[in-house]
């Protein structure tokens, strides 16, 4: 189709893609082809990179094998990334949907339970949600989730209050449909270009809100991820540098990658920065 | 007579994708002191890229290809940015067609046109004030001293579109050019800027590039025609001879899709009782911005309509923007909800229906909607659009896609159309695929809200065909929305004239046109661009005119 | 050839509660508070009593009753003079009330009185061996009955600006940033303090403390306010100097708590197997650098009491696997808990959780902050878990808590929590507190020791050691069991 | 100001307050479901305790009482702007609060200034030097901070500037103990703040860059563009006087957005720069169980999103004159 079109011919979408089609498959299939278990301590601690080629990227304070870590660390940071993104989305979504098309008083309470979340700060939620319920992949993922469904709504709600007066959403009316398929047969598919655009930066800011979280010590102890490492190697920063070097530009990349990608949807998806036509 | 502007041998460069090679191609004609050259064409024929060539405001991606644009010695063509700057706005200047958008919002109407003193001049700042003062004025500003304080936002169009020309003629400008700057208005408010600019014209001798694609404008204003088509000029003259012995083919085309300003006569068939639709005292107000600080906008869209629609019969409902045409209309078809009043479909009063209730009814009134592009879902193919409707009321899905089908060649449309997306489809082609689908349900009455505004007039001349036989063909009751008075003439049997949510007359369409009873109806009709224009000839149809595919 | 003057800047990490050092015995409002206010005695680093504030003391033949002898011409910072009955009313009235750890020492103390301006008398009902160690200032500090006295304690608009007739005297504390603390120019000891300034930073990133430290901003790191993996890289500075001194009176003990209730962990041999399982000298060596000692059982090698004839748990999976085979673990996970207390400790779990994975034991590893826990540790909701606790000089005050099954109510982290009842330990343990003299209660405590050791209630790893870096300028800091707690008194610096 | 205004901006604070109320309430209950209390942290730091001591700590902060008039206390001293006393520190809430307040104003107000500037200033550039190389630098350089954990920059910003080239302090907000006054003290404070400010401010502006860059190339293909040009303006001042103006209104919207959340979103840097603000003070709130102060500092921040939300609408208002203040 067009969008796909206009994508692949945006060569520096093409890299963000292409960089995180490798992340993907690394974090898909790596742990398969690298067998072990990133906790192993495998070599004296602090050894550097590219020193012993059996350990490329170096160990850790403990010993451990800091290319596995990064392996199985893209796992986590991708699936918190996603898995938070679609939760938000799942949340998100509905709830502007139903306060766009119905309006009035629907509109009214939905936005107001909206507002509540985004006047509380979020960063400062995500913290103490992830304290209250105890750091697990769950608690950083579900609070990932809570503090980043608001713009989706109200980006869901404002496409909807447009849309909703389109003239093929009364003539759908015309025709008898149900409200339920008029929202998501005839709205919802003409607003996802701006939700899939919202939904790539979105996983790229819930891969760095993971890390934070880790980096305050709110990470899932029992699962290495990216932001665990830079969480356990700040300590460490001034004798190992690339402790937290490494897995901070692997962060830095994947979300770079994403936010190329999500730049690129954008243009591919809203001709209105592109092209310079009118229509 | 020197030429005051030479376009020699212009061609014009589009961007590799773009809709064809050249935006115009060996474009050549002279524009006199004092005199109004028309420039006339489709869509996309290459109007406004003539005139941006001579501003020097074409994007940048696209090129001047060779020609030249000879003004004052000078080739405006290749001339460098900072000397064209200084002639922008000072010796030639342009007014533009929207003037929603046309005007900074943030900034005040004085300080706008101001600035074109304040570019091109040495005034110190009680000049300028005194001088937009004195401009606002002349182009018949209400209220000047006000107006200057003011913001776009608070100005009616039209009051816009004076500002605008207001700022173009401050520097008495040889030439100006005008695109369409009156398309968007209404048309009382049309004949009042037309007037407006030919004065201010004759006033100042200034040469004029008028752009529109209105032939009735044309024959009000244009000392000179010029026709543009797929980027060439096609045909230079005078306007008496363009208008009335057109010589190239496409000029013959798109003339004879004007429609004229006679109503054609009707037999006048008996109104069959009782009538399919009828509509009483319909009131409909809207509320807006109040909250329980501030004071809400209340408008009477329907104020006391009521009227009746009989099976094979065309009523037009025509006025200027705002009278609540539009709000009638949903009404009628239930988009909208009426405050009061009764609406009967074949007998029934529906005004108040719950969704289940009124689903029965829903087929039995079906609409078609103005804008081709908003009213299909770019995401449906065609087939799906038109089996949507008959699918929703319980067709089963082959049986729906079959009747699809149907509906295709009965709008002459190619069957292949069925797995095709809306993009896929010029204007017209797609006006065709919401008229289908309006006729999916075997509507008795079929409501057309400004259904042809959005398109050009030889496509126009097309779709209104299609709609006459497909009523006489069905049966139909067609309720026209239209505001463009030479089309109601044409197909209307009966017309009703709304100002303010009010009806202010109703009546056969020749005798309204002919002997206008009230007021505004009277302005409206003296209003017609063009008036005496083809006031006696005999409507020709433009049908057979195939439109390419797309 | 001391010289006077100068400022001294130390981390103090976490930001301590309140510098009252009667009602909160915080490891920072100790450190701080113990420059403001004072004890009735000083402990060597051999943890033998020297006078302070009592220049003298004696004890009856029968070992109940103490005479303590004030020094006079001592004042309290408002320049009230400081009496015995200051003395009473602290020990009897507000600790009493406050601190709970003295608390169960004056379980054995029948009356405090007050003869004479400048003597204090305490009856006891037994003669209770830890008694003389009773009296640093972080147990029994000697708070101003003129102030406190008919108030509510917790209330006293006096907590936010402490008087004590320490070394020091309270300056200012913005919140979050600093306290500082200046020279007491009317302290009773002459010629001290040499230090004018004393600022005690809150600096909350370990990483940054290091910095500071670097950067020269900080002269003081106290025991345990960086990272461990920092410590041999700042200690090797230009100017650095290291001490392992001044935790005597502490002597930390690290252990896994295991839970001798339910699960896996009620089994003794699984108890013993996760002995054999853990790599200690792994843990010693790349997470402690080598300071510290590996703990043989409950007794702190540098106490009095410890027994070095106890048997020893060597790294052996292949023990450790027997035992589990033996007993017929089935693979159920235990729960791990990570201790709150820094990055040392997140690491020290993981190398745990390493090692129990490789003789096969499952561990689930859970998070958890400081209050979580707290409440997991007191209500027994772990499997295994780490902790750390004093020793205070003496086993009757700072191991038989552990294990005491009459100290085993749930709701508190501090007791014992693991839930081991053996009567006839607990026998041992409660005579050897009372018991007179020395050489009966080393005995007691030995066999009580052994039968620990056996039964592993809870998987000994480490006696703590903190290294305190310090800027080589400052000199004698560290000069009594507390170290750090009331160091600053007869510090100084070289300019 | 005229009385519609004023009444509006009562309005507007009236809604607000209930809003904070309800966060207020789901807040009391959402700290109330983590594990332990006050009490048990205060004990735990203490290295030993008893039961007694745990229940007159508890007696002494009313946590012994029933949960929802806990909850009735609350919200009725509340509602008379009195936020409690801190269980660790045994001061007002609201004093702490105050106390810690203009450390992080100042930290995230000149982060805000400076990203606010900087991201302008290079948005214009960049969107006038649109697909030349400048441009690309811009955007890539924005992309990069944008991208970059915040705390990582921050890291390796104290490394880099503190540790190996000593030029600026790595921690706190004042040189303490040499007591500065007047310029002196403003330079001290100063020169710490350059971290802190820069490592915060990069990303915002990065994301004031980006938006401020796609606003421009997007207004400046709006019609009065070229009403402004065909009056023969100079492209510096169609620049200035015509686009910005107009692209800088999407920015207003997202500055005022952000600068609520900042106050309370300062929480990494005032960690790894020791930055005495009201986002570490929450930070350890919440792991002491500080349930006054927590909430408290919930409350306040919240308190500023609200109102600045409403500042923006203000400002927005007075450069859009299309807005009315109105609903
Ligand atoms: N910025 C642009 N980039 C690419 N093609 C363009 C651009 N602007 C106009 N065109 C193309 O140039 C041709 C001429 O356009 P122009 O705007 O001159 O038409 P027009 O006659 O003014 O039409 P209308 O009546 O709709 O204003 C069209 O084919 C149009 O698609
Ligand atoms: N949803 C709405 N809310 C508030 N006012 C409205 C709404 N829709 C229409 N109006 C107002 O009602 C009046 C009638 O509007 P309506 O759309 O019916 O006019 P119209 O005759 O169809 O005009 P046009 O020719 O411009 O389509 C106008 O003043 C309009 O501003
Ligand atoms: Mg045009
Ligand atoms: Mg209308």
């Known amino acids: ?279 | 007579m020197k030429p005051l502007l030479k376009v020699e041998n212009l061609s014009i460069r589009l961007p590799a994708g773009g809709d064809r090679e050249f935006a115009i191609r060996n474009v050549n004609y002279d524009l006199m002191p004092g005199e109004i050259l028309c420039v006339v064409g489709e869509s996309g024929s290459g109007k406004s890229m003539t005139a941006n060539a001579i501003m020097g405001l074409l994007p940048k991606v696209i090129t001047v290809d060779k020609g030249a644009v000879i003004f004052d010695g000078y080739d405006l063509a290749s001339l460098e940015e900072h000397r064209a700057r200084t002639l922008r706005g000072n010796r030639i200047s342009m007014i533009f067609q929207e003037p929603m958008t046309a005007l900074n919002p943030l900034m005040r109407v004085e300080d706008q046109i101001a600035e074109v003193f304040l570019v091109h001049t040495k005034m110190t700042r009680k000049q300028r004030h005194d001088r937009t003062l004195a401009l606002l004025e002349d182009v018949g500003l209400p209220d000047p001293h006000k107006m200057l304080r003011a913001y776009p936002h608070q100005l009616s169009g039209g009051q816009r579109q004076r500002v605008m020309i207001a700022m173009a003629l401050a520097l008495e400008p040889s030439i100006l050019i005008a695109d369409e700057p009156t398309t968007a208005l209404d048309v009382t408010t049309q004949a009042q800027i037309l007037k407006l600019i030919k004065e201010l014209q004759r006033k100042h001798n200034t040469a004029v590039m008028f752009i529109t694609h209105d032939f009735g404008v044309v024959a009000e204003i244009a000392d000179r025609v010029a026709v543009m088509e797929k980027g060439e000029m096609v045909e230079l003259g005078n306007r008496d001879a363009v208008l009335n012995n057109p010589q190239h083919d496409y000029t013959k085309k798109l003339i004879a899709a004007v429609p004229p300003l006679v109503s054609p006569k009707r037999e006048i068939k008996p109104l069959q009782v009782p009538p399919i639709l009828s509509v009483e005292n319909l009131c409909k107000t809207y509320r807006t911005g109040g909250s329980w600080l501030s004071k809400a906008r209340i408008v009477k869209a329907a104020d006391d309509v009521s009227f009746e629609l009989h099976r094979g019969e065309t009523l037009g409902l025509v006025g200027e923007s705002g009278s609540g045409k539009s709000t009638v209309s949903r009404c009628v078809v239930r988009l909208l909800n009426s405050d009061s009043g009764k609406i009967r479909l074949s007998g029934s009063e529906i005004q108040s229906l719950g969704t289940k209730e009124l689903a029965p009814f829903r087929k039995r009134i079906q609409m078609v909607f103005q804008d081709p592009y908003a009213s299909l879902n770019p995401r449906k193919t065609i087939g799906q659009i038109i089996a949507d409707g008959p699918i929703a009321q319980g067709m089963p899905r082959k049986d729906a896609f079959a009747k699809a089908a149907e509906l295709l060649a009965l709008v002459e449309l190619p069957i292949a159309a069925i797995d095709r997306y809306p993009h896929e489809f010029s204007g017209g082609q797609r006006q065709r695929v919401g008229i289908a689908r309006a006729l999916a349900h075997d509507p008795e009455v079929l409501v057309a809200d400004e259904a042809i505004s959005a398109l050009d007039v030889s496509v126009q001349a097309q779709i209104l065909d299609l709609i006459e036989t497909l009523k006489k063909r069905l049966n139909l009751a067609v309720l026209f929305v239209v505001h463009d008075l030479r089309v109601a003439a044409q197909v209307c049997d009966r017309v009703i004239v709304m100002q303010k949510g009010k009806i202010v007359e109703m009546g056969d369409t020749r005798q309204v046109f002919e002997s206008p009873a009230h007021d505004y109806t009277k302005s409206l009709i003296a209003s017609i661009p063009g008036a005496n224009w083809r006031s006696d000839t005999t409507a020709v149809t433009a049908s057979g005119v195939q439109e390419g595919a797309a | ?495 | ?327």
Request: hydrophobic share 45%; net charge neutral; glycine share 8%.
């Open chain 4, 1 to 327: 100001m005229s009385i519609q205004t004023l009444l509006y901006i009562a309005g507007r604070l009236v809604k607000g307050g209930v809003v904070l109320l309800v966060i207020a309430i789901f807040n009391f209950f959402l700290i109330r479901m983590a594990p332990g209390d006050p009490a048990q942290v205060l004990a735990g730091e203490a290295g030993a305790t008893d039961e007694i001591f745990l229940q007159q700590l508890r007696e002494q902060f009313g946590l012994d009482q029933p949960l929802y008039y806990q909850l009735w206390i609350y919200v009725s001293n509340l509602m008379q702007f009195d936020m409690g006393i801190t269980y660790r520190q045994q001061m007002p809430v609201f004093d702490l609060i105050m106390e810690r307040m203009p450390a992080t104003l100042l930290l995230t107000g000149a982060a805000f200034l400076l990203s606010l500037v900087l991201g302008i200033l290079a948005g214009v550039v960049a969107a006038a030097k649109h697909r030349q190389w400048l441009d690309s630098v811009i955007t890539v350089a924005a992309l990069i901070f944008y991208a970059t954990p915040l705390f990582w920059l921050a890291m390796m910003a104290a490394l880099f500037f503190s540790v190996y080239l000593d030029w600026l302090p790595s921690f706190g907000m004042q040189t303490v103990g040499e007591n500065f006054t007047g310029w002196q003290k403003v330079k001290d404070i100063g020169l710490h703040l350059i971290l802190p400010a820069a490592t915060l401010g990069l990303f915002f502006t990065a994301v004031y860059a980006r938006m401020t860059r796609t606003s421009m190339i997007e207004t400046s293909r709006l019609d009065f563009v070229k009403t402004a040009k065909a009056k023969g303006m100079k492209p510096s001042r169609v620049t200035t006087h015509h686009i910005l103006r107009n692209a800088l209104l999407p920015v207003v919207t997202l500055a005022g957005l952000q600068a609520g959340q900042l106050i309370g979103g300062a929480v990494l840097t005032e960690t790894v720069f020791a930055w005495p603000g009201i986002g570490r003070l929450m930070f350890e709130a919440l792991f002491q169980r500080d349930y006054n102060l927590l909430l408290g500092v919930f409350f306040i921040s919240s308190a500023m999103v609200v109102l600045f939300n409403l500042v923006t609408d203000v400002i927005y208002c007075i450069v859009d004159p299309r807005i009315e203040l109105s609903k």
């Open chain 1, 1 to 279: 189709m067009n969008v796909i079109k206009s994508l692949t011919q945006n060569k520096v979408a093409m890299v963000g893609f292409s960089i995180l089609f490798i992340f993907v498959v690394i974090a898909l299939i790596g742990p398969y082809l690298y067998d072990g278990s990133p906790w192993r301590m495998v070599q004296r601690p602090f050894l550097p990179p590219f020193q012993n080629s059996n350990y490329l990227l170096g160990t850790d304070t403990l010993g451990r094998d800091v290319l596995a870590g990064l392996i199985y660390g893209a796992r986590i940071s991708l699936l918190v990334g996603f898995v938070s993104t679609i939760i938000a989305l799942l949340i998100g979504i509905p709830l502007g949907a139903y306060a766009g098309y119905y309006g009035g008083w629907v509109d009214e309470v939905l936005m107001r339970f909206t507002e509540i979340f985004q006047t509380v700060p979020s960063f400062a939620l995500a913290v103490v949600l992830v304290a209250i319920f105890e750091p697990s992949v769950y608690s950083i993922t579900g609070a990932i989730a809570i503090v980043s469904w608001p713009p989706v709504a109200r980006l869901v709600r404002g496409e909807f209050l447009s849309l909703r007066s389109q003239e093929y959403v009364l003539a759908a009316k015309l025709n008898g449909q149900t409200n339920r398929n008029i929202i998501l047969r005839e709205i919802l598919p003409n607003s996802l270009s701006p939700i899939i655009v919202l939904a790539s930066l979105m996983v790229a800011s819930a891969i760095l809100l993971e890390s934070s979280l880790s980096f305050l010590g709110l990470g899932d102890p029992a699962i290495m991820s990216w932001g665990y490492m830079i969480g356990a190697a700040k300590t460490v920063i001034r004798q190992a540098w690339w402790l937290s070097f490494i897995p901070g530009v692997a962060i830095a990349i994947t979300v770079l990658s994403l936010n190329l990608l999500g730049e690129g949807l954008n243009e591919a998806l809203n001709p209105k920065l592109s092209g310079n036509r009118e229509n």
């Open chain 3, 1 to 495: 050839q001391p010289q006077n003057g100068g400022t001294i800047n130390v981390v103090v990490q976490p930001e301590p509660p309140s510098l009252m050092i009667g009602m909160y015995s915080n490891g920072t409002t100790q450190q701080v508070g113990g420059n403001i206010f004072e004890g009735l005695m000083r402990y060597d680093k051999k943890l033998v009593p020297h006078p302070l504030l009592a220049t003298s003391w004696e004890n009856s033949e029968d070992g109940k009753t103490w005479t303590f002898h004030l020094k006079e011409g001592v004042v309290w910072h408002d320049g009230q003079p400081f009496t015995s009955a200051d003395v009473v009313f602290s020990i009897d009235v507000l600790l009493r009330e406050t601190n709970a750890r003295l608390r169960t020492s004056l379980a054995f103390v029948d009356s405090i009185t007050a003869p004479d301006d400048f003597t204090v008398v305490f009856k006891l009902n037994q003669p209770f061996g830890p008694f003389i160690r009773l009296f640093e200032v972080g147990t029994t500090p000697m708070l101003p009955k003129h102030i406190y006295e008919g108030t509510d304690f917790k209330m006293n608009p006096a907590n936010h600006h402490p008087i004590g007739t320490g070394p020091f005297v309270f300056k200012e504390w913005q919140k979050g940033s600093f306290i500082h603390l200046a020279k007491n120019e009317n302290y009773h000891v002459k010629g001290l303090p040499h230090i004018e300034e004393l600022y005690w930073h809150v600096i909350p990133d370990a990483a940054s403390r290091s910095v500071a430290f670097e950067t020269g901003k900080i002269d003081v790191l106290p025991g345990g306010s960086v990272e461990n993996f920092d410590v041999p890289r700042l200690s090797e500075l230009d100017n650095a100097c290291v001490t392992t001194d001044g935790w005597e009176f502490f002597s930390p003990h690290a252990w896994l708590w295991l839970n001798n209730q339910e699960g896996p962990t009620a089994d003794k041999r699984f108890r013993q197997a996760v002995m054999y399982a853990m790599d200690r000298e792994f843990a010693k060596s790349v997470l402690w650098n080598d300071y510290g000692k590996i703990a043989k059982g409950p007794v702190g090698s540098k106490t009095t009491f410890f027994d070095d004839t106890l048997p020893e748990y060597e790294y052996n999976p292949k023990k450790a696997k027997a035992l589990l085979k033996e007993m017929g673990y089935d693979g159920t996970p235990v729960r791990l808990m990570a201790m709150p207390y820094g990055e040392t400790w997140q690491r020290w779990t993981e190398v745990v959780k390493q090692n129990l994975e490789e003789v096969g034991i499952k561990t689930k590893l859970v998070a958890t902050d400081v209050a979580g826990w707290n409440q997991k540790i007191s209500d027994r909701d772990y499997d295994i878990s780490f902790t750390y606790l004093y020793q205070y000089g003496d086993p009757a005050l700072g191991v038989s808590r552990t294990y005491l099954s009459s100290n085993m109510a749930k709701g508190s982290p501090w007791n014992n929590a693991e839930g081991y009842v053996n009567k006839q330990v607990d026998q041992w343990l409660n005579e050897a507190a009372v018991v007179f003299p020395d050489s009966k209660r080393a005995e007691l405590y030995s066999k009580a020791q052994h039968q620990l050791v056996e039964d592993v209630p809870v998987a000994w790893l480490m006696e703590l050691e903190f290294p305190t870096i310090y800027n080589c300028k400052v000199q004698n800091l560290v000069d009594s069991a507390i170290g750090i707690n009331d160091a600053f008194g007869t510090a100084w610096i070289k300019q």
